[in-house]
């Protein structure tokens, strides 16, 4: 199998998964790989959990369609801007998380240190400021924030998650899912505390030394 395929199962296993979590409905979400000045992508209008590898698309970097039958993901722009301005990053994933969503619905903000766990693979987990889905205003919801995080929140549009593959961002997005539903749960009883800056300090240096390999 060479690597095209192989990316191709990559997005269709992560695409079923994302399914069998409940992150998606119906065809929502979306979800790419960068390869070279290539970016394999989810067509649109397609169920996700139902999805196989030759329905995934290929376009460039203009979002062109250079292979594969239908239009690419209507959110492909928010996409390629990503790539554009993260060239660290050769992955994205787009899910309509229920409780991620829930939060900006009632104005929960995630950016605030809460879990340490959080602090450090995330870093923090920003809202941008509401785009409506499928035109310009989504890629530049992202822009000005892509560039220092790698999970966001939508604004009433679930969330989006980058990652060296797509795994990375995959397991980005499980975890972003799994803070909402915890803080949620959490605001029930009451105002949350927190990370008191000296620790946050300390994550951040854990998460430093992490990313450096130490």
């Known amino acids: ?32 790989v960068r390869l070279g000045d290539r970016v394999l992508t989810t067509p649109s209008g397609i169920n ?26 209507s959110e492909i722009r928010m996409h390629l801007l990503a790539y554009e301005l993260r060239p660290d990053i050769s992955a994205v994933v787009h899910a309509h998380l229920p409780y991620a969503t829930a ?25 941008t400021p509401y785009a409506t889905p499928g035109t310009e205003e989504v ?27 797509v795994t990375d961002a995959y397991n980005k997005m499980e975890k972003l899912e799994h803070t909402a539903r915890v803080v949620l749960a959490a605001r029930l009883q009451g105002p949350l505390s927190p990370l008191p800056p000296a620790e946050v300090e300390k994550l951040r240096r854990i998460a430093a030394e992490y990313k450096g390999g130490g």
């Open 1 to 32: 199998m060479n690597v095209q395929q192989q990316l191709k199962e990559d997005i269709v296993r992560i695409c079923r998964m994302l399914h069998r979590k409940n992150y998606l409905a119906a065809t929502d979400g979306n979800v790419s």
């Open 48 to 73: 996700k959990g139902l999805m196989e590898a030759y329905q995934v698309i290929t376009v460039d970097l203009r979002g062109r369609v250079v292979a594969g039958e239908g239009q690419p993901t």
């Open 103 to 127: 939060c900006t619905l009632a104005g929960i903000d995630l950016l605030e240190p809460i879990l340490p766990e959080v602090v450090i693979t995330l870093g923090g987990i920003p809202t």
């Open 139 to 165: 890629p530049e919801a992202i822009r000005g924030i892509i560039q220092d995080y790698d999970a966001l929140l939508l604004s009433r549009h679930g969330a989006m998650t980058v990652g060296r593959d």
